[in-house]
């Protein structure tokens, strides 16, 4: 990939994890939240936390003080 193939990347994963941070909430707010779905939802967040940090370290050069 790309350094501008990997920023595209990041870009969408930032996105995706800003909907489902919307999801979650909209769901939490319901009448009877769906406990299941809930946390679903937060698993695959956490994913993509974990995958926009991987991203992130392959485009920020390591600087050595």
């Known amino acids: 990939m790309?350094?501008?193939e990997m920023?595209?990347?990041?870009?969408a994963l930032?996105?995706?994890?800003?909907?489902?941070?919307a999801a979650i909430s909209a769901l939490s707010s319901a009448n009877s939240p769906?406990?299941?779905?809930i946390a679903r939802l937060k698993k695959r967040k956490l994913r993509l936390r974990d995958q926009i940090?991987?991203?992130e370290?392959?485009?920020t050069p390591?600087?050595?003080a």
């Open 2 to 4: 790309t350094e501008e």
């Open 57 to 59: 370290d392959y485009l």
């Open 34 to 37: 769906d406990q299941l779905q």
């Open 53 to 55: 940090a991987i991203v």
């Open 14 to 21: 930032r996105i995706e994890h800003r909907d489902l941070d």
């Open 62 to 64: 390591d600087i050595i």
């Open 7 to 11: 920023r595209k990347r990041l870009s």
